[in-house]
């Protein structure tokens, strides 16, 4: 016949501190990945790269728009 195992305090904290250091590993990696982005997001838009890229967009888009567009747009 075989004797219940008795488990003590120190065993069980001994299993929980690795998957504490293992969550706080993780959390802190994405917590860095969204601060980094965050950062380089604020910097795109302070050197106005969007703003660039769109202006430079429209105006090939508005060169090859016909003229009759151009009437329906200023009509709306």
Known sequence: MRLPAVSTAC?????????????????????????????ALWDSLKEGAFIEHALQSASHHIQQVSQGAWGDVLAY
């Open 11 to 39: 065993d069980r904290l001994r299993c929980d501190v690795g998957q504490a250091t293992v969550e706080f590993a993780i959390v802190l990696a994405a917590f860095m990945v969204v601060a980094i982005a965050y950062g």
